[in-house]
């Protein structure tokens, strides 16, 4: 019986020559974010603050003898003077950001590559659908991709789901190439950490949920 947050083959599925049973560990906690030193970003922070307050004062001071102006017209000169670097420096990260969203999202229809098919794994979380799940491991076979894999997530189903989908483990013909079809067999815990397992198992380069 797995533990918590384990996802593992079953090691009591008869023996097969169609595949090979292993017990492995996957995390279903969110993952956590790198750690980050904020008092290096707090210095950094203070130190180009301060670098910016004496540029922005010695604009000031150069440009102050072209001008007349009393104490109140110093500091409206000055607020202006920062709430106008404050708005480029905003609109320069919004639209760099935007610029960068735009390749990134765009590259693959953008850039032409013949024969480019990247790899992808269809998940298929599962619960006690042993009824319907051959026939829809089949229709995912009948994709006209040439290299996927179909990734099968049981979620501690009480019905014969386990043994339909240990039928189905293998390599299978698909309509342009050989679709492997690989189990997961975890203890109950939803469809999102199904997901999440099938998503840290994978190593494909596009991941894609289908409901079995």
């Known amino acids: 019986m797995s533990g918590p947050g384990e996802v593992s083959l079953n090691k009591k599925a008869p023996p097969s020559d169609k595949y090979d049973a292993h017990q492995i560990m996957l995390d279903n906690r969110e993952i956590a974010p790198p750690p ?3 008092q290096a970003e707090k210095k950094r922070m203070m130190i180009w603050s301060g670098i910016l307050s004496i540029v922005m004062f010695a604009i000031i001071m150069i440009t102050l ?4 102006l009393s104490f109140g017209g110093l500091v409206v000169y000055a607020s202006t003077v920062a709430l106008i670097l404050f708005l480029f420096n905003l609109l320069f990260r ?4 935007l610029l960068l ?3 990134y999202i765009t590259k693959y229809t953008v850039l032409e590559r013949e024969g480019y098919f990247p790899f992808i794994s269809i998940v298929m979380p599962v619960f006690n659908e042993g009824p319907i799940l051959k026939e829809n491991l089949k ?3 009948n994709l006209d991709y040439p290299n996927y894999e179909i990734l099968v997530i049981n979620d501690g189903s009480k019905d014969e789901t386990l043994d339909v989908a240990l039928e189905m483990v293998g390599y299978h013909k698909g309509i342009s ?3 492997k079809i690989s189990i997961l067999n975890k203890p109950n815990g939803g469809k999102s950490k199904a997901l ?3 998503c840290q198992y994978s190593e494909a380069d596009i991941v894609l949920n289908v409901d079995g």
Do not use: K
Not at 65 to 68: A, D, E, S, Y
């Open 36 to 38: 980050r030193d904020e």
């Open 139 to 141: 229709s995912l076979l």
């Open 65 to 68: 003898p072209f001008t007349v």
């Open 177 to 179: 190439s050989m679709v």
């Open 101 to 103: 969203a735009y390749f």
């Open 94 to 97: 919004y639209f760099a950001i």
């Open 196 to 198: 999440n397992a099938g």
